[in-house]
């Protein structure tokens, strides 16, 4: 069983709608949740950050961390063809001192159609 | 220009020849990571380095050797390509200071190994 599950997708959804993309891991000390966005060619770029559970809202971005659950969400509101891209999730343990080492889910692919 | 750039962005090479891919970063980030990137199985650490002096082995190390000449320039190679080495790399860096350790990531190197 990998550390970090992620549905890869394809998802494709309509301009305009609720965007739902979620991540479950097994490792309860992870406790440093990121949202990673890829464009086609491109690498990755930080999209959203947190640690701790709860809600974190950037604009028609939103992070949802449920550590209880083991289970964290991106929901993009009001989706746009310039949302389509390969998000990845990536978390991370507590360390002191030293590198904290990303664990990433595989990706999952969307396209937003006009 | 680009805060993290990589060469070559595309590569072809035969089985059994040894390939150098460089990063180069002007973000001032002492610690530098490399990645690679195969469909459906997300980004697989290969090695880091926090300094200049340090370089540490990630989860898929084998095959693989780095050398970071200075802060801004880390370089990855596989001494005998083979096949399965064929993916995307990514170099990645980040800043201790910032304790948040986000990691920023370059365009990626397209490896074909033939």
């Known amino acids: 069983q990998k550390e970090v599950e992620q549905d890869p997708g394809p998802l494709s959804v309509p301009e305009g709608a609720i965007v739902s993309l979620n991540c479950t891991y097994s490792n309860s000390a992870f406790q440093y949740f990121m949202w990673y966005r890829q464009y086609s060619r491109k690498g990755p770029e930080l999209l959203m950050y947190t640690y701790s559970s709860g809600n974190k809202e950037d604009g028609r971005f939103t992070a949802q961390v449920d550590k209880s659950s083991k289970y964290i969400s991106l929901f993009i509101r009001d989706s746009q063809p310039s949302d389509s891209a390969t998000y990845l999730c990536a978390m991370s343990l507590i360390s002191s001192g030293s590198a904290r080492q990303l664990t990433f889910g595989s990706g999952t692919q969307l396209t937003v159609l006009p | 220009d680009a805060d993290v750039t990589q060469t070559p962005r595309n590569r072809i090479t035969k089985t059994g020849k040894r390939i150098m891919l460089e990063c180069s970063q002007t973000?001032?980030?002492?610690?530098m990571y490399w990645y690679r990137q195969d469909p459906g199985l997300g980004l697989q650490l290969i090695y880091y380095s926090f300094d200049v002096k340090d370089i540490n082995k990630g989860e898929i190390s084998d095959g693989y050797s780095v050398s970071r000449q200075a802060q801004a320039k880390f370089s990855l190679s596989l001494e005998s390509a083979i096949p399965n080495q064929t993916a995307l790399y990514f170099c990645a860096t980040s800043d201790a200071r910032t304790g948040t350790d986000t990691q920023y990531f370059g365009p990626g190197t397209r490896l074909t190994v033939l």
């Open positions: 973000k001032g980030h002492d610690r």
